[in-house]
């Protein structure tokens, strides 16, 4: 079954239908609204770069192909999500011409199926789009063009760089991939110029040959709107020298011009406190979504690597029973003390076929926020949640005692993690109520990371690492081996902070109250003050996994 509208022939044969989508430069999140929404509709993906599919999985939420074992059968067409096809390379491992491209794209067409050609940039604009558009023209197969982002502006944007200002009107693009005449571009006309890093000196002596100014500025941007985004500032003089000592290297952008002066005050992506940064984040990919949407924000790049596994109960009688005595009305209230306990009940209601209305009458607490929105997106509302610290201790402060005139029943089902501290359950008794607690979920110790994560992790390779509990602190350690002291370490509250001494780790941050976000924002600003101590002291900013050990326990001791 196809996912959106198929234009038909006459005699009702399906003929297909072809999005040409700009994805912009790198930045997913520059990709239009029109994109995304398309992609989520596509039969067949063609993709231009490599790292287009891994992209458009993460949009939609998809799971990563599965390489099948030796002996095993291959995947076949009906793994969830659309089908993808390397538009960028042929089976012969050769780069396709824009004619053979064009063929691929119209061969699916063809197929009566919804084809997205996803393309760097935009698809109208220094791309093959308006030649593989005609070849749909020619074949009879309907198409749209939906613009993406061009590099030609997102990537000075990302540098600090302004094409045009009131002073600075005129902008030339320039392709310098073919024989050009400098001298009408003597003028001071800001030029933006493509494939320019290898003959940026011939360029720069052709340009002040023809009157331009050796004082000119000039910027070059490699690998744009990206977190491994590099830019040199120099001069028409002087550009040559300075792009061989930082080992500039295509696909780059260069701006030539005097709007590049404007880039020592505008420059805001490589100038946030994480950039670059390799941030260690020990939670599954499902645990760990908002810590790593914070820290992209940030411009870390975040790097999960589960700690523990959340399994079923060894017995599942025990949960078997408190569910039916929860339908039955055997409890006043029902404690969640953790996303995966929501989770748990969830899945053992749908295995009996229940759903939220079994609920009816029963009082819910929450011990946190994201519990609670766990909740909410099953169509609950949370009773009652901890007005001030979101842990067991600030739930059992707000919890009221047990009375009999006002309470019908005494009892509070306690779905929890084989490993919960008991803290809680004698904090109710206190109160006078009556607990069920009940194994709903067992956490071990996940599977050690591949081997060049491991390494990554001893050698200092990650710039931080965030702990969120003491269970991640021990697992960590467990299965990767202990963060190299150049690593900085973030935790979530003081007892993670005392497990991590526990374990020979030098705490750097800790956050200000015990909740991820609140996690994420403390590393930022440790990361923000790191930086302007190394400017103040006229070092060159560089990320942790960059500097000695000794120079780490310097930059904060001050």
């Given amino acids: 079954m196809t996912r959106g509208n198929i234009t038909r022939s006459a005699q009702g044969q399906a ?32 993709t231009e770069a490599p790292e287009h599919a891994g992209l458009v999985r993460t949009l939609l939420g998809l799971p990563d192909p599965v390489e099948p074992e030796e002996g095993d059968e291959p995947v076949g067409s009906d793994v969830e999500g659309p089908e993808f096809v390397d ?5 012969d491992g050769q780069p396709l011409t824009h004619a053979t491209r064009a063929k691929v794209v119209v061969k699916h067409a063809k197929r009566g199926l919804r084809v997205v050609r996803l393309m760097t940039g935009d698809p109208f604009l220094y791309a093959s789009g308006p ?13 749209e063009i939906v613009p993406g982002v ?10 600090g760089i302004p094409l045009t200002t009131k002073d600075h009107r005129e902008v030339a693009v320039v392709t310098c991939g073919e024989r050009i005449d400098w001298e009408q571009y003597a003028d001071d006309r800001t030029l933006v110029l493509l494939s320019a890093v290898g003959s940026i000196g011939e360029i720069s002596k052709a340009l002040v040959a023809a009157g331009r100014s050796p004082q000119t500025p000039v910027a070059m941007t490699r690998v744009g709107t990206t977190t491994g985004q590099a830019t040199v500032t120099s001069t028409l003089e002087h550009i040559a020298a300075d792009v061989r000592a930082a080992r500039m290297s295509p696909p780059a952008i260069t701006v030539i011009g005097d709007v590049v002066d404007l880039r020592e005050t505008l420059s805001w992506f490589e100038t946030k406190p994480l950039f670059g940064w390799r941030v260690l984040v020990p939670r599954t990919k499902e645990q760990a979504g908002a810590v790593s949407t914070r820290l992209r924000g940030y411009g870390a790049v975040p790097e999960e690597v589960p700690t523990i596994s959340v399994e079923p109960p060894r017995n599942p009688l025990q949960m078997d029973k ?3 005595g929860l339908v039955e009305g055997r409890y006043e209230w029902i404690a969640f003390t953790s996303v995966n306990a929501v989770k748990a009940v969830r899945e053992k209601f749908e295995e009996y076929g229940l759903d939220a209305r079994a609920f009816s009458g029963l009082k819910i607490a929450a011990v946190g926020d994201k519990t609670a929105q766990a909740i909410s997106a099953w169509g609950l509302r949370a009773d009652l949640t901890p007005s001030g610290e979101q842990s067991a201790a600030g739930l059992l402060a707000d919890w009221l005692e047990y009375d009999k005139l006002l309470d019908p029943i005494n ?14 359950v004698a904090g109710l008794v206190d109160l006078g109520w009556e607990c069920d607690d009940v194994t709903a979920y067992r956490t ?5 990371p591949p081997a060049p994560t491991r390494d990554a992790i001893k050698s200092g390779k990650f710039d931080a690492v965030v702990f969120t509990s003491s269970s991640t602190v021990r697992n960590l350690v467990g299965i990767a081996g202990r963060p190299h002291p150049s690593t900085i370490i973030a935790v979530i509250g003081p007892a993670t902070a005392k497990t991590a001494e526990e374990h020979g780790l030098r705490v750097d941050v800790l956050a200000a109250k015990p909740d991820v976000e609140e996690l994420v924002d403390a590393l930022a600003d440790f990361g923000a003050a790191r930086r302007i101590s190394l400017l103040d002291q006229g ?9 000695k050990p000794s120079a780490r326990r310097k930059v904060r001791a001050e």
């Fill in 15 to 46: 003929r297909g239908w072809v999005s040409f989508v700009g994805s912009g430069p790198g930045d997913p999140d520059l990709l239009t609204v029109r994109a995304v929404d398309l992609l989520g509709q596509a039969d067949v993906i063609i």
């Fill in 87 to 91: 538009g960028g390379f042929g089976l």
């Fill in 131 to 143: 030649e593989e558009a005609q070849a749909c023209a020619k074949a009879g197969v309907g198409f």
């Fill in 150 to 159: 061009s590099s030609v502006s997102a990537v000075p944007a990302y540098a």
């Fill in 322 to 324: 408190a569910v039916r």
């Fill in 411 to 424: 009892r509070v089902f306690l779905p929890r993690a084989d490993i919960a501290t008991e803290n809680l």
């Fill in 444 to 448: 071990v110790r996940a599977t050690p």
């Fill in 539 to 547: 070092q060159p900013v560089t990320r942790p996994s960059e500097r």
